[in-house]
């Protein structure tokens, strides 16, 4: 069993944005780049998906979504003003679940929950420590306790 953690995949510019930026879209690389990771995450027995509530966050697992006919759930921890404690606290909670989980997140997110869970032990598999846009992170678990990450580098 494990938690993939998934960073959006890419979306047009933040600064030629003029709506809230909860609603910037993938741009056709994300879009590319969600496929990919849907055809990536799809052979797995994901039993559920969670997104923050931000666009193109969505739009980065709803391909996996609709290849495994679930529902993506909007959760406040993957949103890119949550608390490190507060996603820390949603991946301890789906580590001691059943199955494979699929969460989409941020930039400024990801690396500060792996920074903190790394200080606590965990063992990091990458060939660098990066999250870049599309990229996913497989936090596997042993006994409900997440005991390693390992980066994978989608390319779309």
Known sequence: MAIH????????????WHQPDDLRP???GGLAQ??????????LEVVRIASSRYVRCVQTVQPL????????DL???LA????????LALLEDVARQPGHSVLCSHGNVIPPVLDRLHRR????????WTC??????????????????VQTLVRA
Do not use: C
């Not at 890119?80 to 996603?87: F, M, N, P």
């Open 26 to 28: 993938l741009s056709d």
């Open 75 to 77: 959760h406040p921890a």
């Open 34 to 43: 969600a496929a990919a990771i849907g055809d990536v995450l799809a052979p």
């Open 132 to 149: 870049h846009k599309g990229s996913i992170w497989t936090l596997e678990v042993d006994g409900g306790e997440i005991v390693r990450a």
């Open 121 to 128: 032990g965990l063992e990091v598999v990458a060939d660098e």
């Open 5 to 16: 953690l998934v960073r959006h995949g890419k979306a047009g510019s933040r600064p030629d």
């Open 65 to 72: 979504a609709d290849k495994l006919g679930l529902h993506i």
């Open 80 to 87: 890119e003003e949550a608390a490190t404690e507060q996603t």
